[in-house]
């Protein structure tokens, strides 16, 4: 006897957003259009958008080169973060962020710089929202040149660039500085099984829509695919956090992109 399976039909707006959301994987990037530098900017292997830990103790009583007092002995909030080893966390990518599709926090369009946070940042009942992106990296790179962004960081080739968006403004006022030396003894680049690669150098760039900070840090001190799990950290003002990148999907064209 003949039964009819039940047929399920899903909208044509979902199945071309499955289909758009990393388009610009498949593409050379002089086939790139807006939308995928914005994807590429916004929410792709090299970009996220996090919420990261505000500590709002005032016991050291000790004021930090942001303008804000320091707190003290406060953990990241990250379990593991000793010893990063094991392998990916179930349910995506820590911190949100790709592929989780669209474009969290309200994008990036045209380059700009979106999510910002008013100079009440860490004091204020609104969750400070942090964009990171992996300056150095090609598929980055291009994507800016794309959409425009003439205040995009210089980067030079002898460095991996990670860039932080979003940083309230008063966490990061004063002497850029002196401030970019306390920002450099409180980051670093984590990897299992290897010693921590520290940032040789630190740059505060200030823009009319607010701060954005520059992590620098060696090529000779080589990541590689094999590292599977890049921790990035750092500690800005009252604000900390621990974000992980994934080396298997930072490729583009069969190459490692950072």
């Known amino acids: 006897m003949f039964r009819a399976w039940p047929v399920v039909l899903l909208p044509i707006s979902l199945l071309l957003f499955a289909e758009d959301e ?110 990171l992106r992996w300056e150095s990296a090609l598929p980055v790179r291009e994507a800016e040149l794309k959409s425009r962004d003439t205040t995009a960081p210089t980067v030079d080739e002898g460095h991996y660039a990670i860039a932080v968006y979003g940083v309230p403004n008063r966490m990061a006022n004063g002497d850029s500085k002196s401030l970019a030396g306390q920002l450099k003894k409180e980051a670093a680049i984590k990897r299992d099984g290897k010693k921590d690669l520290k940032p040789s150098s630190v740059e505060v760039l200030q823009y009319a829509d607010g701060p954005v900070i520059v992590y620098l840090f060696p090529r000779s001190q080589e990541i590689t695919r094999q590292d599977r799990r890049v921790g990035f950290e750092a500690k800005i003002g009252r604000i900390e956090f621990t974000e992980f990148f994934y080396t298997e999907d930072m490729v583009y064209q069969n190459k490692l992109e950072l």
């Open 22 to 131: 990393s388009a610009w994987k498949n593409k050379q990037i002089a086939e790139w259009t807006q939308d995928d530098a914005q994807q590429v900017l916004a929410d792709s292997p090299w970009a996220k958008t996090i919420t990261p830990s505000v500590n709002r103790s005032d016991s050291d009583g000790q004021r930090g080169p942001g303008g804000g007092r320091r707190s003290g002995g406060v953990g990241i909030g990250v379990p593991g973060i000793g010893g990063i080893g094991g392998g990916r966390r179930g349910g995506g990518y820590p911190g949100g962020g790709y592929p989780g599709g669209g474009y969290p926090g309200g994008g990036y369009p045209g380059g700009g710089r979106s999510g910002r946070t008013d100079d009440g940042g860490a004091n204020s009942s609104q969750p400070v929202s942090l964009k």
